[in-house]
C-alpha cells in the first residue's frame, strides 16, 4: 500500500460508518480536514455521533451513496452481495480507489513514530483505553484509535499533535498486519475466529508475524504459554514481559480484591517496587491489562507516577461492564464480551458483588463461532443466576452450521432463549426486533430490586440493555404516581 496515498484525495466514504472500528477513523480523518461522508442500516448512538460532525449519512447501502468520492473504505465483514460495496468496485476500475478499513488504518499508524498497537484475543479495548487515559492525563496529547467510547476524550478516536497513537490491534483476517507498529503490546493468545484461522497454532503464526512487524519494542504477557510462543525467534527489537511470575520484567503482586469495582496491586520492575496501583473497574483479570498499559506508557516516557494517576481516573470503557442506569432497583449494565473466556471472567466479577442475582443477557455472534465453542459457552453462560439467549447474530456468515440458540440453551440448566423459527434461519429486521422485545419483557416481567441485569455480545445486544433500562424506568414511573 502506498503510503502517500491519501495526501491527493479529498472525499472520503465509508460504506457502514457506525461501525466501532469506522468511527474512530472517521474522528481523526474529519480532524485532519477530510471530507468525509457515510451510509450504514441500522440507526445507533454512534451513528448519531457521526451526524453531530456535520458528516451526511445514509441511511441504507445503495450504489448512489458513493458519488463524488475519490476514497471509498469497507469492512472485511461487509457481505460480497452488497450493492454500495458491488458500486464501490465498479468505481474502482474507473479511477477511484478502494480501501478496506484496516488498511486505511494502517496507513494511519504510519503517520507516528511511536504508534503503540494492543493486540490479543481479550483485553485490547480496555487495554487501549486505560493507555490512552494515561498518556491523556499526563499531557502527552495522544492520536487514538479504541474498539470503545472512552469519556476522556469523547469518543473511540482522537486526532493528537504529539508523536504518539494508540491502536487497537484486531487479529481477526490479519488486519493487524496491515499496521506499522512501534510498540506491539501481545495481551494473550486463545482459540478464536477459527472460522479464519483453522487452528490455535495459526492464530499464534498470525501472532508472531505481528511482533516481527513492530519497529522498536515488543511487550508481552510472559505468564501466557501461547503468546511465549508468538515471540519466539523474534530478534532486532527490545523485548519486555509482565505478568503475575517472578522473572517477568513488570509483576504485578499483592493483588487484593477490595470489592467488585476496586482492586489494588503492587508493581515491580525488575524486581524493585515502583508502587501501588488502584483500579476501578470489575475484574480481577484487569490487572494484567493495566501492568501492560503501564509497560506501554512507561516506554514512551511516562512516569509511574503519572501511570496510577491516569488508571485511578479511569472507569472503563463504554460496553466493558458498563453500567447504563438503575430502575426498580435493578442495576443495568452492557458489556461486549462475546468469547467464552471473556464471559467468564466477566460473570465470575458480577457475581462476586452484593447483586442478589445476576442475569446475563446474550447475544451469541456468529454461527461459526457458536458452533466451534458451544460447550465452552454453555459453560461460561452457566456461571450467572439466570441466562437469556437472543437469537444467533449471523452478521457476515450464513448458518450452514446449521445451528441455533436452541442448541445452547439446552446446555445451560434454567436457561431462557428466545429463536427464530428455525425454518427460516436468515432473520429479518422485524423478527430480530420481535425477538428483542420478548427478551426485553421476559427480563423485565422476572427481576426484582437487587439485581444485576447484563447484557453481552459484540452485535447489537445494546439495544435489548437499552430497552430493558427504558421499560424499568417506565415501570418505575407508573409505580410512583
Known sequence: MNKEILNCKKHIHFIGIGGSGMYPLVQILHTKGYYITGSDNNESETLQAVRDMDIPVMMGQRAENIEGADLIVYTAAIMA?????????EAAKHGVDLMERSELLGLVTSWYDNAICIAGTHGKTTTTSMTTQILFDAGADPSA?????????????????????????????????????????????????????????????????????????????GDDEKTCKAVEGITGKELITFGEKEGNDYVATNIVHVSGLETHFDVLYHGELLGTVVLHIAGVHNVLNAL?????????????????????????AGRRFDKK???????????????????????????????????????????????????DFAKALSIPTHAVLTDIMGSREKNTYNIFTRQLGEKIPGAVWFPQDETDPESNDERKY????????????????????????????????????????????????
Open 145 to 221: 484509535v479504541i474498539g470503545g467510547k472512552l469519556a476522556c476524550i469523547h469518543g473511540s478516536g482522537r486526532c493528537g499533535n504529539s508523536d504518539i497513537m494508540t491502536c487497537e490491534a484486531c487479529e481477526f483476517v490479519d488486519t493487524f498486519l496491515k499496521l506499522y507498529p512501534d510498540i506491539a503490546v501481545l495481551l494473550n493468545i486463545d482459540a478464536d475466529h477459527l472460522d479464519y484461522f483453522g487452528t490455535v497454532e495459526n492464530i499464534i503464526r498470525s501472532f508472531h508475524k505481528f511482533a516481527e512487524n513492530t519497529s522498536k519494542v515488543v511487550i508481552y504477557n
Open 325 to 375: 442506569g438503575e430502575a426498580c432497583g435493578v442495576t443495568v449494565v452492557d458489556d461486549y464480551g462475546h468469547h467464552p473466556t471473556e464471559l467468564t471472567v466477566t460473570l465470575q466479577a458480577a457475581m462476586e458483588m452484593p447483586f442478589h442475582a445476576v442475569w446475563a443477557v446474550f447475544q451469541p455472534f456468529t454461527y461459526s463461532r457458536t458452533a466451534v465453542l458451544l460447550d
Open 81 to 89: 452481495d452488497n450493492p454500495e460495496l458491488i458500486a464501490a468496485k
Open 434 to 481: 420481535k425477538n428483542f422485545a420478548d427478551v426485553c419483557q421476559y427480563v423485565c416481567d422476572h427481576v426484582e430490586p437487587g439485581d444485576l441485569v447484563i447484557t453481552m455480545g459484540c452485535g447489537d445486544i445494546n439495544k435489548v440493555n437499552k430497552m430493558i433500562l427504558e421499560e424499568l424506568q417506565r415501570r418505575e414511573q407508573a409505580a410512583s404516581k
Open 292 to 316: 501492560a498499559a503501564i509497560a506501554a506508557v512507561r516506554y514512551v516516557g511516562i512516569s509511574f507516577e503519572d501511570a496510577v494517576k491516569g488508571l485511578g481516573n479511569f472507569h472503563g
